[in-house]
Nanobody
Framework: QVQLVESGGGLVQAGGSLRLSCAAS????????MAWFRQAPGKERVVLAA????????YYTDSVKGPFTVSRDNAKNTVYLQMNSLKPEDTAVYYC?????????????????????WGQGTQVTVSS
């Protein structure tokens, strides 16, 4: 079991930056694949970025490649999403998600059903 708590959301002007954090409970954080999703009003929840339990393999959806960076600090049981050059269309609730990844093999990072654990979400609002 792992519990996830996101933080770092807020209101930012277009072109600004935010760093989201997702703190995980438990002593086996370094065994979990982690991901960031977002859900805008009236839209589906979509994956933004993911990082495997090893920390060596990352994934980005095309729309955020470059401006967004995912990273993890296993010593702090935390995964981060650095978001630069934010646009109004980035306004959404941002969620982190986890799945047990140790020796689990590869998986489809884009599918929300692959992840067993979810945070409560943090609101990001980008003003124009």
């Amino acid at each position: 079991q792992v519990q996830l708590v996101e933080s770092g959301g807020g209101l930012v002007q277009a072109g600004g930056s935010l760093r989201l954090s997702c703190a995980a409970s438990g002593r086996t954080f370094n065994s979990y694949d982690m991901a960031w999703f977002r859900q805008a009003p009236g839209k589906e929840r979509v994956v933004l970025a993911a990082v495997r339990w090893t920390g060596r393999i990352t994934y980005y959806t095309d729309s955020v490649k470059g401006p967004f960076t995912v990273s993890r600090d296993n010593a702090k049981n935390t995964v981060y999403l650095q978001m630069n050059s934010l646009k109004p269309e980035d306004t959404a609730v941002y969620y982190c998600a986890a799945r047990f990844g140790l020796d689990a093999g590869d998986y489809d990072r884009r599918r929300s059903s692959e992840y067993n654990y979810w945070g409560q979400g943090t609101q990001v609002t980008v003003s124009s």
